[in-house]
Structure formats: structure tokens, C-alpha cells
């Protein structure tokens, strides 16, 4: 039986071929589709799989799957898997205690003083009289939240069933919602783009954080509503925003983000897993596909990630 690696970067086909030399894999379909078993994707999603008589599992190479939830695109019965390893969390967890911690201390003005000649004392508020809140509780917010609080910041969480982490106050569901944001001084979205949490970060959600809050977006573009974003600063409700993410990707070159100083941008880089990081779960997912047994980090179809 074969993986196929659809569409996939030349470096993870040869960390996949180095890291399961048990395994056929091909880079495209060939004379046999009987054959192929597993399906590794990366941007792009096949409209062929359901030529493939004996087809098991599709494996998203990226943590995000709203690419694959659409209805028929996957054919009944194939499994959807996804990545989620230590790597990714651990990255992930870097890049937002780098954001927290530099909107905190307020980098970006001292920078913008320094440039000017200003040399101001100031006061910073101690870490555990701010509130940060993570929404998505998940393989990567889980981690993030952990170490916020290990920082020392008063920190909330945000997912759909209840959790218990050491440090976290955790709220859950729709009803949980407005007692997780309120007066929260950084917001930090880690959700998965499902129907229920596109548009979730619009106006009426950045009115119930605390004057002058932070926003911190490495979910998925579709969680904001960009047109909100402007007039939100503007009004005051948010200090400033860093995003990792934005509805098209790359960004026009006339969009306004770039131009603004309140907003940080990082080209969908928070985390930063190498092909030879990813290539053993992506083999242990497509050997376990051969038996037909479902992935480590399976994808449910109803919840949509
Ligand atoms: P997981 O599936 O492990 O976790 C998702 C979390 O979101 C869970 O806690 C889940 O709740 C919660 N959630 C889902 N829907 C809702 C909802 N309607 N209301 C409240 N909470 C909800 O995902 P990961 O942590 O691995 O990844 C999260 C997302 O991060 C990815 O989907 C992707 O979009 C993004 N990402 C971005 C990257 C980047 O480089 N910028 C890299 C990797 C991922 P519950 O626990 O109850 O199921």
C-alpha cells in the first residue's frame, strides 16, 4: 500500500521518505489507485479522492483542517487526521509569551521614544494585576496558558467543554464566554476555524475587554472581522494588535495592517516546525492507516477540528 503526497514541499516528501523507509510513497496517483492508502495534504486539498477505492486517511501537514470540512470533499468513512506535536506547542507557546510579554512592556512606544531621544521612567503594572485570557484550550492553547500563568499573569481560559489546568481559571462554552473576556487586558485566540468561531473576534467582543486591551491572533484569519479591527483601536477599546494570521495570506500590498503601528504583523510564522520535526508522526499516522486504524490526532467531523 502507498501514501500519497499531494501538493506537498519536496523537503517533507524526502523527511518523510528518511524517517519511514517502510513506507511507498509517491507524489502522485500513478496507474494503481487501489494502491494508495493514506493522502498527505498541505495547501491544497485534492478532488479526486474519492477515485481512490482503498483510501483510509487524509493527513493535514498543518494543524488548522477547515480546508478538509467541506461536506463530500472527504469521502464517509476515511479517516481526517492532523499534526499536533510537543514542536508545535512549544513553538506556539514561544511566540505568545514573546506578544503578551512585549505588549506588556509596552515595546513597541519605548522603541518609538528611543527613536525620538526620549529617555521616560515608567511604572509597569506587575504581572499578576493583568488578566490574559486564551481562547482554545487545545494542544497548543493548553501549553500557552500553563506558562502564561507560570509567568506570573493572572490567566483565563476559553474552550468548548470545561477544562482544569494548574493556574488557569477555566470558563466554558457559549455561556462561559462573557465571564472569560471580561476586562481582560490580552486576548489570545488559538481556536480552530469551525462555523461557531468564524467572525468571533468582531466589536461586541472587543467592547467587553478591559479600555485599551491587546490582541494577540494565531488562529485562523476567518476568527476576525478585519473591518472591525480599525475602529476598534481608534474607539480606544484595544491598544494594539499582533496577528499571525489574516483572511488572504499573502496580504495585498495596499492592505491597510501594513501601515498601521498599533498592529503587528508575523506572516503565519508562530510556529515554525521543520519537515524532519513532522515527518515521524506524519509516517506513525499513515503506518497506522494501513491496518485502517484511526490517526494519533484524529479530525471529528460533526465538531469540525
Ligand atoms: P485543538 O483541536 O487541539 O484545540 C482546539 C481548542 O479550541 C479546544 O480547546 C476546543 O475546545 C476549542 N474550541 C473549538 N471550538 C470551540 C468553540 N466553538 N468554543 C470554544 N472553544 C472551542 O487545536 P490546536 O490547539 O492544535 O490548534 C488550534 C488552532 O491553532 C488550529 O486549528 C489552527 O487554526 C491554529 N494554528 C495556527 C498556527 C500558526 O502558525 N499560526 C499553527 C498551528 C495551529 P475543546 O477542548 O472543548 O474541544
Same mark, same amino acid.
Given at each position: 500500500?502507498?501514501?500519497?503526497?499531494?501538493?506537498?514541499?519536496?523537503?517533507?516528501?524526502?523527511? *518523510?521518505? !528518511?524517517?519511514?523507509?517502510?513506507?511507498?510513497?509517491?507524489?502522485?496517483?500513478?496507474?494503481? =489507485?487501489?494502491?494508495?492508502?493514506?493522502?498527505?495534504?498541505? %495547501?491544497?486539498?485534492?478532488? &479526486?479522492? $474519492?477515485?481512490?477505492?482503498?483510501?483510509?486517511?487524509?493527513?493535514?501537514?498543518?494543524?488548522?483542517?477547515?480546508?478538509?470540512?467541506?461536506?463530500?470533499?472527504?469521502?464517509? #468513512?476515511?479517516?481526517? #487526521?492532523?499534526?499536533?506535536?510537543?514542536?508545535?506547542?512549544?513553538?506556539?507557546?514561544?511566540?505568545? @509569551?514573546?506578544?503578551?510579554?512585549?505588549?506588556?512592556?509596552? *515595546?513597541?512606544?519605548?522603541?518609538?521614544?528611543?527613536?525620538?531621544?526620549?529617555?521616560?521612567?515608567?511604572?509597569? /503594572?506587575?504581572?499578576?494585576?493583568?488578566?490574559? #485570557?486564551?481562547? #482554545?484550550?487545545?494542544?497548543?492553547?493548553?501549553?500557552?496558558?500553563?506558562?502564561?500563568?507560570?509567568?506570573?499573569?493572572?490567566?483565563?481560559?476559553?474552550?468548548?467543554?470545561?477544562?482544569?489546568?494548574?493556574?488557569?481559571?477555566?470558563?466554558?462554552?457559549?455561556?462561559?464566554?462573557?465571564?472569560? +473576556?471580561?476586562?481582560?487586558?490580552? @486576548?489570545?485566540?488559538? +481556536?480552530? +476555524?469551525?462555523?461557531?468561531?468564524?467572525?468571533? +473576534?468582531?466589536?461586541?467582543? &472587543? !467592547?467587553?475587554?478591559?479600555?485599551?486591551? &491587546?490582541?494577540?491572533?494565531?488562529?485562523?484569519?476567518?476568527?476576525?472581522?478585519?473591518?472591525?479591527? @480599525?475602529?476598534?483601536?481608534?474607539?480606544?477599546?484595544?491598544?494594539?494588535?499582533? %496577528?499571525?494570521?489574516?483572511?488572504? $495570506?499573502? =496580504?495585498? !500590498?495596499?492592505?491597510? &495592517?501594513?501601515?498601521?503601528?498599533?498592529? *503587528?504583523?508575523?506572516?503565519?510564522?508562530?510556529?515554525?516546525?521543520? /519537515?524532519?520535526?513532522?515527518?515521524?508522526?506524519?509516517?506513525?499516522?499513515?503506518?497506522?492507516?494501513?491496518?485502517? !486504524?484511526?490517526?494519533?490526532? /484524529?479530525?471529528?467531523?460533526?465538531?469540525?477540528?
Amino acid at each position: 500500500m502507498s501514501v500519497l503526497a499531494h501538493d506537498v514541499p519536496e523537503p517533507f516528501v524526502t523527511a *518523510l521518505r !528518511a524517517a519511514a523507509p517502510d513506507l511507498d510513497i509517491r507524489t502522485s496517483v500513478g496507474p494503481d =489507485p487501489e494502491a494508495v492508502r493514506s493522502v498527505l495534504i498541505w %495547501l491544497a486539498v485534492p478532488d &479526486f479522492l $474519492e477515485t481512490l477505492p482503498n483510501l483510509s486517511l487524509v493527513l493535514s501537514l498543518g494543524a488548522g483542517v477547515e480546508r478538509l470540512m467541506v461536506p463530500r470533499l472527504v469521502p464517509d #468513512g476515511v479517516h481526517i #487526521g492532523r499534526i499536533s506535536s510537543a514542536v508545535q506547542a512549544e513553538g506556539m507557546s514561544d511566540y505568545v @509569551l514573546l506578544h503578551v510579554l512585549r505588549q506588556h512592556r509596552r *515595546l513597541s512606544q519605548l522603541q518609538d521614544e528611543q527613536a525620538r531621544g526620549e529617555w521616560r521612567w515608567r511604572l509597569w /503594572p506587575r504581572a499578576g494585576d493583568v488578566a490574559v #485570557g486564551v481562547m #482554545g484550550l487545545g494542544a497548543l492553547g493548553a501549553d500557552a496558558a500553563r506558562k502564561l500563568a507560570m509567568v506570573g499573569f493572572r490567566t483565563r481560559g476559553w474552550s468548548r467543554t470545561r477544562k482544569s489546568i494548574k493556574g488557569v481559571a477555566c470558563h466554558s462554552g457559549a455561556n462561559g464566554l462573557a465571564a472569560f +473576556l471580561a476586562d481582560l487586558h490580552h @486576548l489570545v485566540c488559538l +481556536l480552530p +476555524l469551525t462555523p461557531a468561531t468564524t467572525d468571533i +473576534l468582531n466589536a461586541d467582543l &472587543f !467592547a467587553q475587554l478591559a479600555p485599551g486591551a &491587546f490582541l494577540i491572533n494565531a488562529g485562523r484569519g476567518g476568527h476576525l472581522v478585519e473591518a472591525d479591527l @480599525l475602529p476598534a483601536l481608534n474607539a480606544g477599546h484595544l491598544e494594539g494588535v499582533t %496577528l499571525d494570521v489574516l483572511r488572504q $495570506e499573502p =496580504p495585498p !500590498a495596499d492592505h491597510p &495592517f501594513f501601515a498601521d503601528p498599533r498592529i *503587528l504583523l508575523t506572516p503565519h510564522s508562530a510556529v515554525c516546525a521543520t /519537515p524532519g520535526q513532522l515527518a515521524p508522526d506524519a509516517a506513525e499516522a499513515c503506518r497506522r492507516a494501513e491496518r485502517g !486504524a484511526p490517526p494519533p490526532c /484524529p479530525v471529528d467531523r460533526e465538531r469540525g477540528y
